[in-house]
C-alpha cells in the first residue's frame, strides 16, 4: 500500500514538474518573442524619425511575421484574436505607408499599432489577473 502511494504521490510530482517545466519553456519562447516585436517596433519607431521608409517598411514587415507565429497566439479569447488581427493589419498598412513614402500616414500607423500593443498587453494581464484569482 505504502509502495503504491509512493508511486501515485511521485507521479503526481513528477507530472507537475512537466508541465511547470513546459510552461516556463512557453513563457521563455513569448518573453524572446516580445523582445524581438519590441526591438522591431523601435527600429519602426526610429525610421519615422528619421523619415528612412526602407527601415520602416522592413521593421513592420517582420512585425508581421513575428505576429504570424505559432507562439504568439498566447491565449485565445476573441479580444485577444481581435487585438493580434488589428495588429497585423495595422502593421501591413503602416510597410504599405513606408512604400507610398507617406511619413504622416507612417507615424499615425505607428501610433495605432503602439495602441493596440497597449490594449493587448492590458487584455493580457487582466486575464492572467483573472486566473490567478
Known sequence: MRRALFVVATSVLFAG????????????KTETLMKRKLQHSQKVLEGVAVQDFKMIERHADELIQISKLAEWRAFKTPAYEVYSNDFRRIAGALAENAR???????????VDLTLTCVKCHKHVRELRMTSAD
Open 17 to 28: 514538474l512537466v508541465g511547470i517545466q513546459g510552461h516556463t519553456a512557453a513563457a521563455e
Open 100 to 110: 507610398k513614402k507617406n511619413i504622416d500616414a507612417a507615424a499615425l500607423s505607428y
